[in-house]
């Protein structure tokens, strides 16, 4: 005799039927009991909150007050909000030391994570919290490749700090403050004063680093409301925002639109656009693709390079230009941006509003002033990233070029070479790099750092300085979303997979061409035959995560995903 009609809580077709329904269920009925719900509630969605809270992390310590506030537009809804953790680590925390090791491998990590919980739990839906570099692309990987229902909230970004009057200031210019120091421009107390206010809130920093990047991009891929990339952290908006999020998840559901509906190529190269219009961090390049590899899209370098020739830099924001994020979101913020660059999106792209792209930009107006440039006058005529080749950089190489002097656009120098980042930064401190050197830091790429660490400390040493009129930074590591000037990374391949840089020695002669996209190196074939002959790559200690991550992480050139 079957009994499995007492059991029919729900519709087969929903996930966590798999916990409620059937005879044999019992136990796991029992536990959905001891979490305190009751019968009604098995008859109910089961949703996740995938929440990167942690007390360490500024961007990260009031997730918590949004979680709250998802659950309840979730329970508004007519779903069961069930909260779940992942981890969240702050790149600034990790800066100029080996703790930068971490923050990239993470990436897959909160992927692999998510995948975990919510396959094993059998949620039929999940609203994904996070505000931080790596954080908010391991969410829209994992979004990607479980592909159930699925909305971003970002935590938005922090107010701007008031130093010495200037109530514009971020973090971005703080990290400028040890090389002035150094430099005797100011003084320690006036650096100590700094810090205390420069970060004067919880959320993301300030300025436009990869973390606001990260959080714009989640609206421009249509995964966050309108509004969820710029609205500041402290707002009530963002409380709303987040409220509203967890009510539109369960329409999702309801409708069946999942994230692979959304992220297509178009949605993509939309992602490619809104980065090159905003000055965004090189860091995109590499959680774009590896976005596109997780929904089975095709995105290449090309498409990036292509797009930077079509779409301007419009966006004057800090570190590249004079505003911090806040500025933005006050003018409407990257759905202003998306207006303005209309001409070149995808509009027919899926948004989780339901809405298409072009039925959102339809209802924002378009904006000029000294935050929000326009095409036809924009604040640089290409868009923020450019991407390079040569005989240095095979498979590619890439530029923040709107946070380079034109100038620098194009340089020839000799090469200082390092193996990490310490002993570079131990060499500018001692006054060692002349005008006229180009700075080559090698073994810090994904698999030979590994993890890729940002080469902050060394930028911000250049810049405070003021040696970005005449030095440059080759490196097969990477920069933070903080760093501007002639800074050149991901060089591919890296020196610890015997890519050209593996090779150069101190006095090469070394040509960055930003304008025409080259990387290139003087050597005779003759001699670069006898460099390779003598090379044994450089081994650095890890531990057990850092080394199953340099096991089966790929070139920063297919943006360091992970492989097995």
């Known amino acids: 005799?079957?009994?499995?009609?007492?059991?029919?809580?729900?519709?087969?077709?929903?996930?966590?039927?798999?916990l409620t329904n059937h005879i044999g269920r019992s136990g796991q009925r029992a536990l959905l009991y001891a979490t305190g719900m009751d019968e009604e509630d098995m008859k109910k969605p089961l949703v996740a909150v995938v929440n990167s809270y942690s007390e360490i992390v500024p961007g990260h310590m009031h997730l918590k007050d949004l979680a709250a506030q998802i659950k309840l537009g979730i329970a508004e809804g007519g779903g069961v909000p069930r909260e779940i953790g992942t981890i969240a680590i702050?790149?600034?925390?990790?800066?100029?030391?080996?703790?930068?090791?971490?923050?990239?491998?993470?990436?897959?990590?909160?992927?692999?994570?998510?995948?975990?919980?919510?396959?094993?739990?059998?949620?039929?839906?999940?609203?994904?919290?996070a505000s931080c570099d790596k954080i908010i692309p391991g969410m829209l990987m994992a979004a990607a490749r479980i592909n159930i229902p699925a909305i971003i909230v970002t935590g938005g970004p922090m107010l701007p700090g008031n130093v010495g009057g200037n109530d514009l200031f971020c973090s971005s210019e703080l990290r400028e403050y040890p090389g002035r120091v150094e430099a005797g421009k100011i003084t320690v107390d006036e650096m100590k004063r700094a810090e205390e206010a420069t970060l004067p809130t919880c959320g993301s920093c300030a300025h436009l680093g990869t973390a606001n990047s990260m959080c714009m991009l989640s609206e421009v891929l249509g995964m966050a409301l309108p509004g969820a990339?710029?609205?500041?952290?402290?707002?009530?908006?963002?409380?709303?925002i987040a409220k509203k999020s967890g009510r539109q998840v369960m329409e999702l559901l309801r409708r069946g639109i999942t994230p692979r509906m959304i992220l297509t190529r178009e949605t993509l190269l939309n992602g490619v656009a809104g980065a090159m219009a905003t000055g965004s961090s090189t860091n995109l390049v590499l959680h774009l693709m590896a976005i596109a590899h997780e929904a089975g899209v095709d995105l290449s370098l090309n498409d990036f390079d292509r797009i930077s020739r079509e779409v301007p830099f419009i966006c004057n924001l800090q570190p590249s230009g004079k505003y911090p994020i806040a500025s933005l979101d006050a003018y409407g913020g990257i759905q202003t941006v998306m207006?303005?660059?209309?001409?070149?999106?995808?509009?027919?792209?899926?948004t989780v509003t339901?809405?298409?792209?072009?039925?959102?930009?339809?209802?924002?107006?378009?904006?000029?002033?000294?935050?929000?440039?326009t095409m036809e006058r924009p604040q640089k005529s290409e868009g923020g990233i450019a991407v390079l080749y040569g005989n240095l950089a095979p498979e590619s190489a890439v530029v923040k070029q709107s946070g380079v002097n034109p100038s620098m656009y194009h340089f020839k120098g000799k090469a200082r070479v390092f193996n990490s980042m310490e002993e570079t930064d131990a060499a500018i401190t001692a006054g060692e790099i002349q005008p006229g050197t180009v700075i080559v830091i090698r073994y810090e790429g994904p698999k030979g750092g590994p993890g890729m660490r940002e080469m902050l400390s060394t930028t911000a040493l250049i810049m405070g300085r003021g040696m970005d009129s005449d030095c440059a930074l080759v490196t097969d590591g990477r920069f933070s979303?903080?760093?501007?000037?002639?800074?050149?990374?991901?060089?591919?391949?890296?020196?610890?997979?015997g890519g050209p840089i593996a090779y150069v020695e101190d006095g090469d002669e070394i040509e960055i061409d930003i304008t025409n996209r080259k990387l290139s190196w003087s050597i005779t074939d003759e001699e670069l035959a006898r460099r390779k002959a003598n090379w044994k790559p450089l081994e650095k200690p890890m531990g057990a995560?850092?080394?199953?991550?340099?096991?089966?992480?790929?070139?920063?050139?297919?943006?360091?995903?992970?492989?097995?």
């Open 229 to 240: 990339g710029t609205a500041p952290a402290v707002s009530n908006r963002r409380r709303r």
């Open 339 to 350: 207006k303005n660059i209309e001409s070149k999106l995808h509009k027919d792209s899926l």
């Open 481 to 497: 979303g903080a760093t501007h000037g002639p800074c050149i990374g991901h060089v591919s391949p890296e020196a610890a997979q």
């Open 1 to 18: 005799m079957s009994f499995d009609g007492e059991f029919q809580y729900k519709a087969a077709s929903l996930r966590s039927s798999e």
């Open 90 to 129: 702050c790149d600034g925390l990790c800066q100029g030391h080996s703790g930068m090791r971490y923050p990239l491998p993470s990436r897959d990590l909160i992927a692999d994570s998510i995948e975990m919980a919510v396959q094993a739990h059998c949620f039929d839906a999940m609203v994904l919290i």
């Open 354 to 373: 339901g809405m298409t792209l072009g039925e959102l930009l339809d209802r924002a107006t378009p904006v000029e002033n000294d935050v929000i440039k």
């Open 545 to 564: 995560a850092l080394r199953k991550y340099a096991a089966h992480v790929q070139s920063a050139a297919k943006g360091a995903i992970i492989e097995v």
